[in-house]
Structure formats: structure tokens, C-alpha cells
């Protein structure tokens, strides 16, 4: 379940410049925020985004200039604003056709990543010429063909990938709770078994289920698929394995949801003072590399936090402010609801530095991140520990200088990107 970002008090300005350092106007800048958020560059090459919390933000601009980013800033009342300086973009060209090399009528191509894209095919090609760098998740689908889904890794210069349009049929079902009677207003997204590649977006390509509980997707492909619920109250839920054949109606399939877990606290820092707009992330303890993606909530001017709908299982939660973070606290949501607990922001792992170029000058507007670092063979590297706090990302300011704050004991690897 994707948490949506709640309405903030704080701004995220920058300019857009061109290869040349001057002004870019209608460039169109991107915000990672949930759900993201679009502006277009004013004459001047500025840009704003308003009603923000604080946290990290990732950043890109394409227009006719070219492309810039993607560049994390961590937005805070003293920010800086954001310099995009736009350089040469990248292209995609997508071929969506059946397998006899057909096109279809009405393909439309979407190109999915931190700048998001659609394109309706001409011939079964469509193109984006535009592109910022990076991975991407590629979606075609057309009337009566079921979506197909395809990752790719986008460079500078062209990028090409092909996509086999597929018949779908009809799959529908019901979500339900632990009486057995329909739920409504859950969201459904379904994960493939047989090909990896098949992962529906909650925020793209999921259905709500109805006033009965009732869902269903008008045109899935042949292959075996496990369709998940998530609700604002319940605990997610998961279908049983399903086998599907591309052409025959599939109905009957029942997604049973439990009473979710609700985890309350607060945030207070070293002297036990209450810490407004401090972000809270609750995940799975599981040490795993693969799990569900923590949820997430932002302390009231009291520092209490709240998240409804969590797993009954053991979750460990942390909490991230501007110059500190918390220890990661465990969660035992096992038997219900949680409460009383306490976030203390007494974690103040700090590494600082300077980015120069090859002369020795300093680098202003660099993006530098930490990552584990695998190479220390001394070092055991928890990833429950870096699902929940993610990659630590600054910005250098104008004399090349940059913080990285509120990080937990380890071993890191540091780089800086232009």
C-alpha cells in the first residue's frame, strides 16, 4: 500500500538552466512525491512546489532543451534551491506488436519510472524522445490484449526494446473479510509466478473492488498470478495461486483479508521533546532481500504518529527527522494494535565531506549518496536496516561541501555524481 504524502508547510524552489547556464523556460520538472507531482519552468527558468513535508525529494526535467537528473535533494526549512542543468536526453523507441509482428490498433505504450510517460503507437511503434537516464519499467497494452510489462535500462543515446502484445480474458473475483462478506474500497494489483516480469503498479494499474467486494481486470494473459489487496483498515490479503490461460473468463477468485494491525506513537528527540514532521517508516522484520516496501507517516505538531491497515506480524519501525534518526525499534503487531511506541531520534551517524573536480576546485549542486558497503568483508550488512531508512542523498552546496546525517552504525560506501 502506497501512502500518500499529507499536505506539508514547506517549499521546494529551483531554476532550470540550459547547456549554456542560462534560463530554461516550459521545461517540465517532475517531484517524486506521492502521488508525484508536475510543474513546467516560468521565463525565467524557476520552479516551485508548495504544501511539501520534509524528507528527500528526487527531482528530473525534460523539455525541448534536453533532459537534467535525477538529482535527491532533502528538503528542510533552510533549504537550498535546486539547480537542473539540462544536458542531452536520451531516446526509447518501443516496438508493440503480436507475435506475428502485427501491430494493434489502439497500442498504447507507457514508459514508467521516476518520470513517468505515454505514447499511443503509430504502427505499432511508439517513440519517446525525451528520456531522462535510468531503469524503467515498460507497459503496452491494447483493446482485448492483455498489459505486458518489460524492464529496461536506459542509457544516452537510443534505447530500444520490443514487446509481444498477448490476448487476455476476463478475471474477476471478490475480496472479502474474515465473516466473509465483501469489502469494499480495496485496492488490487496482481503479481506474476511464472514470469517475473508481470508486476502490476497499485497506483497504475490496480482495481478497487466494489460496494460487494467485487473487482475485476478485463484482459489478463496466460500464466500463473496471485492477486493482492491492500485497505486503508485491513491487513493485506493474497489470493491463491491462479492459473490462467489467456482465453477463458476466469471468475470466483477470493481474496480473504484480516482486521489490520494499528501502530501509534510518537517521536521525541535526545531530550525527550516531541518532534513534529518527523517521517515514520514500519516494515516487515523479515531479514529477507525481498519484501514489501515499508509504510510510512509523518508525525502531528505533537510528534504522535498513526498507520492503520499493517500486517499482524512482527515489524520493526524507525523514525528520520532532519539531523537525526532513531534506532530501529521492534514492533510486535502479532496480536493487534500497537501502542506507546516511542521513536527516540538519538542516532546522529554523520559522514561530511567535499566533492572537487580533477583540478582540485570544489563542485557545486553534486549529487553524493551512501550505500552498504559489501566490500567490508568485517561488516554484516542488514537490509531490513536499509529498507526502512533507504539510500542517505545530499546535494554539495556552493563550496562543494556536503552532510549525510542520522546515520546508523556501519560501513558505507560514498560517491559523488555531477
Known sequence: MIDDDPKGTLRLEGQVLDDGDKPAAGVTVVLSSNPPRTVSSEEDGGFAFDNLVGRPYTLVARGAGGIAGPVTARLTATSEPVVLRLRPAAKVTVRAATADGKPVDGTVVELRGTDDQRESANAGVATFATVVPGGYQVAAWAPGMAKVFQWIQVGTGETKAQLVLVPGAKVAGTVVDETGKGVPGARIVYSGASDWMQQADERRDAVVSGSDGAF?????????????????????????????????????????????????????DASAQPIASARVRIGSAQRTMIAAPPRQAFTDDKGMFELTGMPRRELVAVAIHETASSGSVPVDATRGDVGGVTLTLDVTGTIAGIVVDPKGQPVEGAQVSAGPNFRDSRAS???????????????????????LTGLAPGSYLVNAQP
Open 216 to 268: 475485476a481486470f478485463e484482459a489478463m494473459p496466460a500464466g500463473s498470478f496471485r492477486f493482492i489487496a491492500t485497505h486503508d483498515t485491513l491487513a493485506p490479503g493474497t489470493s491463491t495461486l491462479i492459473t490462467l490461460d489467456g482465453k477463458t473468463e476466469r471468475a470466483g477468485i477470493t481474496i480473504a483479508m484480516a482486521q489490520g494491525a494499528t501502530i501509534r506513537g510518537k517521536v521525541v
Open 381 to 403: 550488512v542488514d537490509m531490513v536496516n536499509w529498507r526502512l531508512r533507504g539510500f542517505p542523498r545530499e546535494l554539495t552546496d556552493a563550496g562543494g561541501k556536503f552532510t
